[in-house]
């Protein structure tokens, strides 16, 4: 079973707010796991990787690991409103495939 | 630049009419894939290559046919089109295979097939 899950939102923050956006996999054997940003008509665009357990800083991004509970989350910190995008939740087993969920789409409030 | 160069950005086109968008990359990367996006479904993989004349089918293949004959260029091809495939569709690519390095999109291609 290959499902990624991800609550498509929207999901509303005010600008200056910490936006929270989860992720859960169903494949135990996932390896690897990235976050993309997508503005719409645009093309998807590489934000955060994360491969081992934990916490996973990037300036105002967090990436956070649960491979035991298969969840995989991103924080942004001080939320702007260039920040409002769909942002998409990638697993990949180790294989030849990334498989994505289908997005959450962010809008950050001025 | 490092980049991804798809195109057309936009087609129309009609029912059985043989087409074929390119992509090209010129960052020598391994692997390559085809995306296709719908609203709703996310990004679902067509077909993938892990290098020259190596190529595999991803989740829904069906109607679409690619090549890598060089390593920079992955066209795909859709033989008879159909309304079903209408989409907006990627090409990306990688590294390494498995996406394990992340994936660089090209810009997009918006098919509609009438």
């Known amino acids: 079973q290959k499902e990624v899950e991800q609550n498509s939102g929207p999901l509303s923050v005010p600008e200056g707010a910490i936006a929270s956006l989860n992720c859960t996999y169903s494949?135990?054997?996932?390896?690897?796991f990235f976050w993309y940003r997508q503005y719409s008509g645009k093309s998807p665009e590489l934000i955060m990787s994360?491969?081992?357990?934990g916490d996973k800083e990037d300036g105002r991004f967090t990436a956070q690991l649960n491979k035991a509970s298969q969840y995989v989350s991103l924080l942004i910190r001080d939320s702007q409103p260039s920040d409002s995008a769909t942002y998409l939740c990638?697993?990949?087993?180790?294989?030849?495939?990334?498989?994505f969920g289908t997005g959450t789409r962010l809008t950050v409030i001025p | 630049e490092a980049q991804v160069t798809q195109n057309p950005r936009y087609l129309i086109t009609v029912t059985g009419k043989k087409l074929t968008v390119t992509c090209s990359q010129n960052?020598?990367?391994?692997?390559m894939s085809w995306y296709r996006q719908d609203p709703g479904l996310g990004l679902r993989q067509i077909y993938y290559?892990?290098?020259?004349?190596?190529?595999d089918k991803g989740d829904v293949p069906e109607g679409y046919k690619v090549s890598r004959k060089e390593k920079r260029n992955f066209p795909l091809i859709l033989e008879s089109p159909s309304p079903n495939q209408t989409s907006l569709y990627f090409c990306?690519?990688?590294?390494?295979?498995?996406?394990?390095?992340?994936?660089?999109f090209g810009s997009g291609t918006r098919l509609t097939v009438v």
């Open positions: 494949d135990r054997v996932s390896q690897s």
């Open positions: 990638a697993v990949t087993p180790g294989a030849n495939n990334l498989f």
């Open positions: 290559s892990m290098n020259v004349e190596v190529t």
């Open positions: 994360i491969y081992s357990n």
């Open positions: 990306a690519s990688s590294a390494r295979q498995g996406g394990n390095y992340g994936y660089t």
């Open positions: 960052m020598n990367h391994e692997y």
